[in-house]
């Protein structure tokens, strides 16, 4: 299935609602100081570049790189809507995602995701593309809860 992917606004409803069941998801299976989840407000922040996947115009994923120094980002709010997980619309946000990144010149990419089971198809999506462990960064904890991956590019 072929994705079209272009930077958003969050202004679109069904884009905003995703990014609600996002964070009620990481809520349910997080504890409230584990959610690391950027709300659409912290999203439209200079930092941040926010991409929304279509499938025939039907919103099929989202996510989002924030820029953490000139040569280092962090991927932020990935989340494939539920009609099209196991469909290739996460994975085609992650490769576009890596794609701005080296076009901005970043030779790092970070993440923070979670360790329960609900968190696990993530963390091998990521772990296909190279993404590892790693030391947590930035204001993160590695715990029970929180796991930190990184890729160099």
């Known amino acids: 299935m072929g994705y ?8 679109d409803a069904e884009v ?24 659409a407000e912290r999203l439209r922040a200079c930092d941040v570049a926010f991409f929304a996947a279509r499938a025939g115009g039907t919103l099929a994923a989202v996510g ?22 196991g469909k290739g619309a996460g994975e085609a946000i992650l490769l576009h995602l890596l794609a701005e990144a080296r076009g901005r010149g970043y030779r790092w990419v970070g993440l ?18 190279g993404f590892a462990e790693c030391p947590a960064f930035g204001d993160y904890v590695a715990d029970e809860f929180s796991l930190c991956m990184e890729k160099w590019l």
Do not use: N
């Open 16 to 39: 905003l609602a995703l990014l609600q069941l996002h964070l009620d998801e990481m809520h349910s299976w997080s504890p409230a100081c584990k959610v690391h989840a950027l709300p």
């Open 64 to 85: 989002a790189l924030k820029e953490l120094s000139p040569d280092r980002g962090e991927l932020k709010s990935m989340r494939a809507a539920p009609a099209f997980r």
């Open 112 to 129: 923070e995701t979670g360790r329960p089971e609900p968190f696990r198809p993530a963390m091998r999506l990521y772990a296909r593309h």
């Open 4 to 11: 079209a992917i272009a930077p958003d606004r969050l202004e």
